[in-house]
């Protein structure tokens, strides 16, 4: 008999795979699974015990990495103060069980800078957008009154003088800060046309309920703002439309595993656009520009209730297919949308889904304690009560997504790393905010906590009512 062996922390035994829970180094960026033998499995679903000589050798190739010995177990943290920092960003073990660092102390995400620096978004970035001869707007805007898409409605409508189309979605929890800022906003747009929608409570909490027990929060945004407003979209021949999201996010889907490097050049793949434009032609439908094929695709994954294409790849977006099955509650939201896709989709007067590089249109570096400052004194924008929070500024519950998406990821329940643990750690790799700002909204104003947060209890309470 030899010592006692252990599965390794942040590893996982499903079916006839060895799953990691984590953001590795690297090299071994995206390889978070091992497929195991026969022999492999029944061995692993035994342990922690000791193992025969034979035995070992079976799982030999596995030793010191998902197999160890005792004193080679990880320990996770169980609070910030407990955590490991990259040496460079606020990256930590906490916020993001499981994370790696290489030799020189560096996370994942700071190994990659370099490798990553060229992905801007995964929908076409344009430089400008022309005025509009067949439609009386421009470009639309799903604006929440937050922070990113009022600046993006500041530098569209105000430094560009284009016609937009605001689109609010008013969710039950938007926070105060938010509605105001929507209607001060409304005061200093003249060429700006507010469209707010609101779903039914009856019907939304159907769909919250299925959401709830999917993903253990209500958020749907803004998957469930693009069902609500493109037939709106469609009926006015809207040319373009944006939906106001810092680089950060973008950049966090390719860590999550949900879009791979392609996506984020895929506007300017002309072999893939010339074949599609051609199938396109043979059906006698009009060829795609720049943009239309990236709304087709969004729009087609939320009428559907799979994202095989993406899967078949080893891509997927929890967030998006569990909205999908929790929209399927209300059948009836669906065929305006499904009817505003095949019509657009036949006459070619499809809004492109495009996107602008905030670094770029404020001249270098999306700084916001500079923005802020700009969206105060020119869209009457109401920041949050506390002036050290800088990431989402318009819902009241947005810890409670953190939360969710932190707790469910560190118990090793969901494979989907919690969205602002990306986001913050990236925004502190690219020096948006000094490291002791970081942290301290890490602390105070993020929902990584194991521990329930009071925030969840407005969440249930409206799904009771």
């Not at 996010?249 to 595993?257: A, P, S």
Request: charged share 25%; net charge positive.
């Amino acid at each position: 008999m030899s010592e006692k062996y252990f599965l390794q922390n942040r590893w996982k035994l499903e079916n006839n795979i060895l799953y990691y829970y984590g953001l590795r180094n690297k090299e071994n960026l995206f390889k978070n699974t091992v497929k195991l033998s026969k022999k492999q499995i029944e061995i692993i679903s035994s342990l922690p015990r000791e193992l025969f000589e034979e035995e070992v050798s079976v799982i030999k190739n596995l030793l010191g990495k998902q197999i160890v010995k005792e004193n080679e177990l990880r320990t996770i943290p169980k609070s910030l103060g407990e955590a490991r920092f990259c040496k460079n960003c606020c990256a930590n073990d906490f916020i993001i069980p499981g994370i790696e660092f290489d030799e020189n102390s560096l996370c994942p995400m700071c190994q990659t800078a370099v490798d990553t620096e060229n992905l801007k978004s995964v929908v076409p970035i344009i430089k400008g957008i022309p005025h509009s001869e067949k439609s009386r707007f421009d470009v639309a805007l799903f604006y929440t009154g937050g922070k990113d898409s009022t600046f993006l409605l500041y530098y569209l409508a105000k430094v560009k003088k284009l016609r937009v189309l605001a689109l609010t979605w008013e969710i039950p929890f938007i926070s105060e800060s938010a509605k105001q800022s929507i209607e001060n906003a409304k005061k200093h747009f003249s060429n700006v046309e507010f469209i707010s929608r609101k779903i039914c409570d009856n019907d939304l909490r159907k769909i919250y309920k299925k959401l709830y027990e999917l993903s253990k929060n209500t958020c749907a945004c803004p998957s469930l703002a693009y069902v609500i407003f493109y037939p709106e979209l469609v009926a006015n021949r809207v040319p373009y439309f944006m939906a106001g999201n810092e680089p950060v996010q973008m950049l966090g889907l390719y860590y999550n595993h949900m879009s791979p490097k392609f996506v984020y050049t895929l506007s300017e793949n002309k072999t893939l656009s010339f074949f599609i434009n051609l199938g396109r032609i043979l059906t006698l439908k009009p060829p795609l520009k720049n943009g239309q094929l990236q709304t087709l695709m969004t729009m087609g994954q939320l009428s559907r209730k799979d994202g095989a294409i993406m899967d078949f790849f080893g891509y997927s977006n929890p967030l998006v297919s569990n909205i999908v099955k929790a929209i399927s509650e209300v059948p009836e939201l669906m065929p305006p949308f499904k009817k505003a896709i095949r019509v657009s989709s036949r006459s070619g007067n499809i809004p492109a889904f495009v996107h602008m590089d905030f670094d770029e249109i404020c001249g270098g570096k999306y700084d916001w304690k500079n923005v802020k400052n700009i969206l105060v004194e020119e869209c009457g924008w109401v920041p949050p009560s506390s002036d050290k929070k800088s990431l989402h500024t318009s819902c009241k519950i947005e810890r409670c997504k953190d939360h969710s998406q932190f707790i469910r990821f560190y118990n090793c329940e969901s494979k989907m790393i919690p969205f602002s643990a990306l986001e913050i750690s990236l925004a502190g790799r690219n020096r948006l905010n000094s490291k002791d700002e970081i942290i301290y909204e890490m602390e105070h104003f993020l929902g990584f906590s194991l521990d329930e947060l009071p925030e969840c209890s407005a969440m249930c309470d409206y799904l009771k009512e």
